[in-house]
């Protein structure tokens, strides 16, 4: 009984390798990534800007509906 529950296990597991390959081919042929879009596409301009007037970047996260971390990443 294990043997047969361990093979569709691992059936399944490589059916999901399978369709995540396929969906990240899709992807690339369309110039796309794969993965979950990002929140913002830059803090560039407006965090860099915020940064420099002195506003923290806690602040800067709670304005553009980011985490702390996110600014950070972004931030010099």
């Not at 800007?49 to 420099?52: F, I, L, S, V």
């Given at each position: 009984m294990l043997t047969t529950l361990a093979a569709f296990a691992k059936l399944v597991r490589d059916t999901k390798i399978e369709h995540t390959g396929a969906g990240l081919a899709t992807a690339a042929a369309n110039n796309g990534h794969g993965g979950r879009p990002r929140k913002i596409d830059s803090c560039g301009c407006s965090g860099q800007?915020?940064?420099?007037q002195g506003i923290s970047a806690s602040d800067i996260g709670k304005m553009l509906g980011v985490s702390r971390a996110t600014v950070c990443r972004y931030l010099p």
């Open positions: 800007e915020r940064n420099r």
